[in-house]
């Protein structure tokens, strides 16, 4: 996946969201420093960065569960 791809709606944060990228950095700097396992930093990192799309789309979208415009009550395709 490049940059400019389309992301999927949340709970994945877009690419260049800022928490994102400081989530990303403290996984790689946890494994370089032995503070954790590669598999425990993948699990941190995945969670908050899980979260951290959920709290983006919530942002651009109150009421909605998807980014788009898709309200909460609505059927899913």
Request: charged residues 20%; aromatic residues 4%; hydrophobic residues 35%.
């Amino acid at each position: 996946m490049t940059p400019d791809s389309q992301m999927p709606s949340p709970p994945f944060p877009s690419t260049d969201n800022a928490v994102l990228g400081l989530i990303v950095g403290g996984a790689i700097e946890s494994v370089r420093s032995g503070e954790a396992t590669v598999e425990e930093a993948i699990l941190h990192a995945a969670v908050h960065g899980w979260y951290e799309g959920h709290v983006q789309g919530e942002d651009e979208c109150p009421g909605c569960d998807l980014r788009g415009g898709l309200a909460k009550d609505s059927a899913r395709g």
